[in-house]
């Protein structure tokens, strides 16, 4: 079954939804940053140009949507440690001393420096077109925003990460892979404006860092109205004692303010998972409920719900009048392999198909934010929803045997509409036509 984004007539037919596991997919060949964004606000993610939900509440490893205030954002003191100590490589020691006296600060300035914390300033003040020459930097260091295009140069990053850092098999490892995951994207690329008329560049995007001319890491950004979206962050092993992870996670956060997007989605948070912990270390953080689509604080309170219940909304527990425990317990980790999806890949394992089960789930096991049938039946009008077939467009109510199909038969194309138009809600469905 495709979907279509739909008012613009130059749109094309773009996804195909199903469920495989604990998650429901789709995949796309053109979608709006506009729609996508929503997307991402109902608990969706994408990997290439296949968009994923997971069902929390089936999941072994409940993947939880969570997004940064960047404009509020604070880096704790390691974090900030690890930024001045990369700082301090790239410029060295001579530079830092030459470029103290050639160039000497007032006391207001450094003052200023002792005593606040400028993110924008510290995550580029090593970069080559910034630095004052001379004297010359010990390393020349440079970060550029490029179109998420396959090179083979970003291919040897890939691989090298993948297969060193991930400790995936060379077998798994491939340039369709890298191509299919982490450069196709359905969304367009195009230059808007904010609403003080900054310009603002929507789309997907590679984020590349460059030491002394070689690539050495790349992120794999969805800059979208409302957010900067990380998809994927890789670097090359010979990086690795600089904590890359941490200062691409500063530096995105600095372009979210910067490109005036105010929020960090770094992905999901996977509690179960004690390695993908750290993204809840940068504050303030919100985390995403999954039935109401609403934004809760991940705050200690929350983090110990996390720990007794694998899965938690809070709105269902505030309902209920279940309070977080007194103190945090000890959680077992998930095991090893099982957390490639907060990566940005859509992972499968742990995730047993059961049969019928995968096609029942939504409607028989309550998936989270999913509408029953009563739902659906009272809410949305599946006799208008837009349908394609080939080149025609038409209402649902126009194909052959709809009328006489029954929503109750999981043969009938009004059951498969129906499935679809519950795991999207309302608002989305209203938005996309269904092809085929």
């Known amino acids: 079954m495709q979907t279509l984004a739909a008012p613009a007539a130059d749109e094309q037919p773009v996804s195909i939804i199903s469920p495989i ?14 729609l996508y964004q929503d997307f991402l606000d109902r608990g969706w993610r994408r ?49 830092v001393r030459k470029a103290a006296t050639l160039y000497p600060k007032s006391k207001e300035e450094k003052a200023k420096r002792r005593n606040e914390f400028d993110l924008y300033e510290s995550v580029h003040e090593c970069e080559c077109p910034r630095l004052k020459i001379p004297p010359e930097p010990a390393h020349k260091f440079e970060v550029t925003l490029e179109p998420s295009n396959f090179t083979e140069e970003k291919y040897k990053l890939f691989e090298n990460y993948q297969r060193l850092v991930h400790h995936e098999p060379p077998s798994k490892i491939s340039r369709r892979g890298f191509k299919r995951f982490l450069c196709d994207s359905p969304l367009k690329n195009t230059v808007s404006r904010t609403a003080d008329q900054q310009e603002q560049k929507l789309g997907s995007y590679h984020q590349c860092y460059r030491l002394d001319g070689r690539l ?9 109205p409302q957010c ?31 490109g005036g997007y105010r929020y960090y989605y770094m992905g999901f948070y996977i509690h179960s998972c004690v390695k993908m912990r750290y993204k809840g270390d940068y504050h ?36 209920l009048g279940i309070v977080a425990p007194a ?39 309550s998936m989270p934010g999913a509408l029953t049938i009563p739902q659906v039946l009272s809410t949305i009008d599946l006799d208008r929803i837009r349908i394609n077939v080939g080149p025609h467009f038409c209402a649902a109510e126009n194909l052959v045997g709809w009328l006489e199909s029954d929503i109750e038969n999981q043969a009938s194309l009004k059951w498969l509409i129906a499935r679809f138009a519950a795991v999207l809600g309302k608002e989305l469905v209203e938005r996309v036509v269904v092809g085929f």
């Not at 979206?229 to 004692?241: I, P, T």
């Not at 934004?295 to 527990?317: M, N």
């Open 21 to 34: 596991g604990a998650s429901y997919y789709t995949s796309a060949r053109s979608l709006s940053v506009e």
């Open 47 to 95: 990997s290439g140009t296949t968009i994923y939900k997971p069902n929390l509440r089936k999941s072994c490893c409940p993947q939880y949507t969570i997004r940064l205030d960047a404009l509020a954002f604070k880096p704790t003191r390691d974090q900030r440690r690890t930024l001045n100590r990369w700082t301090r490589y790239i410029l060295g020691e001579e530079y």
């Open 216 to 224: 050495v890491a790349v992120g794999v950004l969805d800059l979208l």
């Open 228 to 258: 900067l979206s990380a998809v994927y962050f890789l670097y090359h092993e010979d990086m690795s004692e600089w904590s890359f992870g941490k200062l691409s996670a500063l530096r995105e956060a600095s372009l979210a303010i910067e």
């Open 284 to 319: 303030p953080q919100c985390i995403l409920d999954p039935e109401t689509c609403e934004w809760d604080p991940l705050d200690e309170d929350f983090k110990r719900r996390l720990d007794v219940r694998k899965y938690v909304s809070l709105s269902r527990e505030r309902r």
């Open 327 to 365: 103190h945090p317990s000890r959680v077992t980790d998930v095991p090893q392999g099982q957390d490639a999806a907060s990566e940005g890949f859509p992972d499968t394992a742990g995730e047993q198909s059961t049969g019928d089960d995968d096609i029942n789930d939504l409607f028989t096991e």
